[in-house]
């Protein structure tokens, strides 16, 4: 469903994708894991039709993102990592307008916008002016207003940033359903439980290279199964076992206090590029 | 070539039926101080005019509704500017399928429903000053071409633009001395020949001097019509271009 060959992106002193390529299958949520500025968002630009590739192509449904956008916007919904919602709109206004710019008439829109605010819960804040909502609600918003015209491909860049927990596993309740939808789904996040939860593949992106790519339980096992995390100096030391035992004795034999846990992602990125997901820097 | 043009124009719709009031009261401030000023307080005793006295006012009135309507065509790029750098809702409408043009449309078409309705409060004003004038198709013929102008232009140069500062910056170097020089407050046939002749230059002298010929009855200055029509041709091709261009 989603191509990418070859892709390149170079923005003024830096290179932003550097020759990704990489196959999404239809129906598949997608995690694309990656720190900030390792080009998740300039991958969901080109998709999506915001920024253009130096070379190499994207592909939706088979369709070229650069040759025949009109064509691939129709099949895409795209929920932003910035809230770009109408303030001074009500949600339903905003479905609203959503829907007409993709060309749905006045039956499909009423159906349509009733559908989704009932699916995340927001039917009793239709008539609420967006300025009027919690973060939560504006990405609950963003979310079924990308939805409205019923898209094949949906793009959720970071959709959960900045969330607490609570609101955090109320969405991913909703794109686990959208998924079993049939949608297919691309997610870009640095929420490592968020891509183990959702996930049905994952790729790491590092400095605009796929830097590994497989289901998490893949990913996660070909580093071991538990972790000990150790305290040295003001670094955090990690190191993987496929043995628990193996893994007890390794952390009680070292010179302070230890953690023992399983593996995650976290784990996966660091093996792969030796560095820490959350902030990109160097371990 | 202009697909979703109607959504555009909608949303655009919607954001003024909102906030109806408080822009038909903005609009109304600064024609309000003009027709105070110039065309009540000073006119009749001869300093502003020219000597006209209190005819001044009826010849005013046609030159702010020319004004009126190129500020608020104008105001769709503040618009533009706050959808692209503080909501970044332009985004919501390029990851659309909305051609370029259907795009420079729709908000081109906002923009002279506002400067519409920025026409209507100044001919409003002026009825409550007791100023009656001609308004046969030719003077909206007149105001909508400028509108259409201006209009055209602020959403081409609002995609060059890298902030929301450098807006303010174009409208004080180019539209308000427009506004001052483009014949509103005097008749610019009274200037030196070669001031009178770059004032020719700029688009609102021409619908300051069409809408005042229509309005006062006057032989209609078609030659002024016909260059309207034609920069706002230019100015909305380059609209379309910049709409087209405006990635990353």
Known sequence: ?283 | MIQGWKAVYYREALLLRRRFWKTLGTMCVSPLLYILAFGWAMAPTGQGGGGMGADYLRFLLPGLAAMSSMTQAWAIAGEINVARFYWRIFEEIQAAPVAPGGYVLGEVLAGMTRALLGVLAVLGLGFVFGVRLTLGPAFWLALMLNAFFFASLAVGLAMHIKAHADQALLTSFVITPMAFLGGTFFPVERLPVVVRELLLLLPLTHASRAARAAATGAELPTLSLVILLTVGAFAFVFAVKSVARAKD
């Open chain 1, 1 to 283: 469903m989603i191509r990418l060959e070859n892709l390149h992106k170079r923005y003024a002193k830096r290179d932003a994708l550097c020759g990704v390529n990489l196959h999404v299958s239809a129906g598949e949520l997608f995690a694309y894991l990656g720190p900030n500025g390792a080009g998740k968002t300039t991958t969901v630009r080109i998709l999506t039709g915001l920024s253009v590739p130096d070379s190499g192509r994207a592909l939706v449904d088979g369709l070229d993102v650069t040759r025949e956008p009109a064509r691939v916007k129709a099949l895409c919904g795209v929920c932003g990592q910035t809230i770009n919602l109408d303030q001074d709109l009500t949600v339903a206004e905003n479905l609203e307008v959503h829907g007409r710019l993709f060309g749905m008439d006045a039956p499909q829109l009423r159906s349509r916008a009733a559908e989704n605010l009932e699916r995340l819960e927001l039917a009793d804040r239709a008539r609420s002016l967006v300025r009027e909502l919690s973060g939560g609600l504006r990405r609950r918003v963003m979310l079924a207003r990308a939805l409205m015209h019923g898209p094949r491909v949906l793009f959720l860049d970071e959709p959960t940033v900045g969330l607490d927990p609570a609101i955090r596993r109320k969405l991913w309740a909703a794109i686990r359903a959208i998924r079993e939808g049939g949608t297919t789904i691309l997610l870009t996040t640095h929420y490592i439980e968020e891509a183990e939860f959702l996930a049905d593949r994952v790729a790491f992106l590092d400095q605009g290279r796929v830097v590994a790519l497989g289901t998490p339980q893949e990913l996660m096992e070909a580093q071991g199964v538990w972790a000990v995390d150790m305290l040295e100096g003001t670094d955090m030391r990690t190191t993987c076992f496929r043995d628990r035992a193996e893994a007890q004795d390794f952390g009680a034999a070292g010179p302070g206090s230890f953690t023992l846990r399983r593996v995650n992602l976290e784990d996966v990125f660091h093996a792969t590029t030796g560095r820490k997901l959350a902030n990109g820097a160097a371990a």
